[in-house]
């Protein structure tokens, strides 16, 4: 039948739109040209930072993606995430994972992931803001919502998670406050406060697009290797979404690269600086690989191969017509690949009292998976170590670091990482910037500093708040009797001192573990309690 | 370079300066080569305390769980402040060694070379 039906009135309905046509009225059809208000005006933020964009239109959006398609898309993806999170509590699923170190390594990522994925919800919508093109505005207003969704997801987990462990109830006090949790949060601030170019080009390139990878594939898998069905989850329905946020990644860069010639060496700046912070942050992911879970699914070392040294390889070699190229301090993250893990494992095992999380040595087996792993650095440099600690722990005198550790003005972690070519000798730089002195663990930490020290100047180094008095509750009264002011600085950072924090073996959660389930804390050293059966 | 901002005067308060630390400054010790100790130990000290108290009253209580610190004979011990060697005065206090605030002083102790010659 050719007919088309009419309305009462006798007027024809309109043709269906093409999905091309739907995409540009739901999108770019939203922009329009200001009549009254000066464009420069609306748009402040787009000119300061140094970069020259001529034609908006051209930023591609590959994905096509309309807003009435993503809430249809998220909705359905919601909906079974949701799901499998109820059938894991009913389950019990957080007993199914395969010990209680486990868990350690998830009250890292739990506490320090929900503050940076709320972070980067609201860095984001400025983004929808501040960008003066249609088709930016609408991928960045999407992807705030994305991290918004998976900040609330990750909630979800780690409330289930904090009823039957320690060290998770206060997450925003620790996001805001714990020393290794001012890691993260110190970077997403600093981009957050940058502009918008240089915001979109720390978080959707140099860290969804470069870095990610190795948070994704490696961190998920060994979610599921350990039984995290919870984590696992969460892992696929955050993966169609960091596919779109990975593609815009790309192609902001292209973009800027492509619109003048003079952005070229202030994004390469931005790719040098976000690299190597990004990189600093990841430290903690290649302890949590090599230490922390229980199976492990690949060592840090291989991790930074596959998906730095050769998918990074590959991409930076792409971008060398635009007149990029490979990160600044890039072969000194080859130089650490076979030290890092172990550098910041030794630090948390001995400055463990002010930690939130249980830690521990490696057994003899794990220690030989290591020799393998790491056959040029580990026996070495680092089995003598671990042997010599086991000794003082079978002794009942473990080793420990007594006091506060020195920390980079940048990247914030303490300055435990080694000289490039030397890893018997910790590495310091210093700047002085108007009659004040700065210490940093390495180069690149420096050169971010001395670039913009306006901005350094002010972090928030939770060792120097220690000791100016100003990491105490309110109320907290430094000369009464008994004041011990580690104690308060602990219950200030979120920790619950002698409780979330020291070795493993006495945690109350490796405890409560084997009196729940019955099974070994530690897969890998016998029971820590008489709640194991004994077989044989 | 400068940084970047939207306003000209922009410019971060200098958080961390000696007059925030109610009357001490920070000074930072570490080992060279013992890489056991993971970092520097930050610590808040009197500008007037002497650098022997600091020495022999403060620093075993952190690096003293090292087997070779007790081994270490203090007249042969170089020491590195920001890249170059000097020569503290035991007697002396911290202020009078020119010692920084947020200072970081190095000590070397090469016939000590960690857990059966290892460094660590």
Known sequence: MSAVMKDKAGRQPPKKLSLKQNYEMLTRGLGWEPSYQKKEDIYSKLTYEGIHIHDWSAWEDPFRLTMDAYWKYQGEKERKLYAIIDAFQQNNGQFNVTDARYVQAMKIFLNAIVGLEYASHRGFNMLSREFEGVGPRVAAQMQAIDELRHATTQIHALSHYQKYFEGMSDFPQQFDRTWYISIPKSFFEDAQTAGPFEFITAISFAFEYVLTNLVFMPWMSGAAYNGDMSTVSFGFSAQSDEARHMTLGIEVIKFLLEQDERNVPIVQKWIDKWFWRGYRMLAVLAAMMDYMLPKRVMSWKEAWEIYFEENGGALFADLERYGIRMPKYYEQTIHEKGHMSHQLWSTFYQLRKAGGFGVWLPSEEEMDWMSEKYPDTFDKYYRPRYEYWRELEAKGEPFEFEGLPQLCQTCQWPCLFTEPEDPTQLCFRHSKYKGERYNFCSDGCKDIFDDEPEKFVHAVLPVHQILKGEYFREGADPRAEGFDPMFEALSYMGIKPGVDGGLFSEHVDAKKWEEWTGRPANIHEGPVSDAVRKTG | ?120
């Not at chain 2, 109610?22 to 056991?36: A, E, I, K």
């Not at chain 2, 020495?55 to 087997?67: D, R, S």
């Open chain 2, 1 to 120: 370079m400068p940084v970047n901002a939207i306003r000209d005067d922009y410019h971060g308060e200098f958080r961390d300066r000696q007059e925030n630390f109610g009357g001490n400054q920070v000074v930072s010790f570490t080992w060279d080569q013992h890489m056991m100790i993971a970092t520097p130990l930050c610590l808040p000290l009197e500008p007037g305390m002497k650098f022997g108290d600091v020495v022999q009253g403060i620093l075993p209580g952190t690096f003293g769980h090292h087997p070779d610190f007790e081994k270490i004979d203090w007249d042969k011990a170089e020491w590195i402040m920001d890249g170059e060697s000097f020569k503290p005065d035991f007697d002396k206090s911290i202020e009078e060694n020119g010692i920084p605030h947020k200072g970081l002083v190095r000590f070397r102790t090469p016939e000590l070379a960690g857990l059966n010659g290892t460094h660590n």
